[in-house]
């Protein structure tokens, strides 16, 4: 009898340490995840935590530059910008504002003094892609989904800052990459990879986020970089930023933006 309960202690002895471990070690992909989490969790606060995932619409004015080759054209074109979550914006050129864009939903319509047309396919394809890949979609609508991937790639240089580099990778296999900054936690660069649908070939969108001010209680890049396969291809200088101000009620209205103008 000795010899069984001797036996039996010693294969507990072993067994035991054994479960305590596999108890104690953590998946590293669920240890990845939750630091990429974190860093998330972390970016939203410092962008004004509630406050800034309760915005409903917001209004930019400024002024853009298009750059060929990483060369600027000349001259720039001012802008005024209406955005009401998740799929209505508004854009307004000129200083007469007689140049109107409308991407509501997935269509794209411009109006002038000659009237309303369809803007062309391939430009509502890029912004509508945008808008879809943006961080606040991303933040608001992929990273609640228990189906979203979430996954730490590191510290990576943007804007001459140190950042943490995230990924999220949605259900439908599309992912974001979100790069922060490592001392304010305030977002630097988002990127992601696109196909071209008639050649087939790979293409990489990013935008770049710098001279943060603060705005009705949420930090505000104030000037915006695009870059289209690591070719800087726009840059945007914001001047004035409102949310959650009263808009017109017939600020989305096509029909009635057409009668204005043609007057």
């Known amino acids: 009898m000795r010899r069984v309960w001797t036996g039996v202690l010693g294969l507990a002895m072993v067994v035991f340490p054994l479960c305590a471990?596999?108890?104690t070690t953590e998946d590293p992909a669920v240890k990845n995840a939750k630091q990429a989490r974190a860093i998330l969790d972390a970016m939203v606060q410092a962008m004004g935590g509630q406050t800034w995932l309760g915005i409903k619409n917001m209004e930019r004015e400024g002024s853009g530059a298009v750059f060929y080759h990483g060369n600027p054209d000349l001259g720039t074109?001012?802008?005024l910008e209406f955005q009401q979550w998740p799929d209505h914006d508004r854009i307004e050129y000129t200083k007469h504002r007689d140049?109107?864009?409308f991407y509501i939903g997935s269509t794209g319509m411009e109006v002038t003094y000659k009237g309303k047309a369809p803007l062309p396919k391939d430009q509502v394809d890029d912004y509508i892609r945008r808008r879809e890949h943006s961080i606040e979609t991303v933040i608001k609508t992929w990273l609640p989904d228990p189906q979203t991937i979430l996954v730490y790639e590191g510290q990576r240089l943007a804007e001459r800052h140190l950042t943490d580099e995230v990924t999220l990778i949605s259900a439908k296999n599309e992912a974001v990459t979100i790069?922060?900054?490592t001392q304010?936690?305030?977002p630097m660069r988002r990127t992601f990879e696109w196909r071209d649908p008639v050649y087939?070939?790979?293409n990489v969108d990013a935008e770049e986020y710098d001279d943060y001010h603060v705005i009705d209680g949420v930090?505000?890049?104030l000037r915006v970089t695009r870059f289209k396969n690591d070719e800087q291809v726009r840059q945007y200088y914001l001047t004035k930023v409102k949310y959650n101000e009263e808009l017109p009620g017939d600020i989305w209205d096509v029909a009635a933006t057409e009668r204005r103008i043609k007057k």
């Open 200 to 202: 087939k070939d790979k």
């Open 219 to 221: 930090p505000t890049a």
């Open 99 to 101: 140049v109107v864009q």
């Open 21 to 23: 471990g596999t108890q």
């Open 77 to 79: 074109t001012e802008f």
């Open 184 to 186: 304010t936690h305030l």
């Open 179 to 181: 790069q922060t900054d």
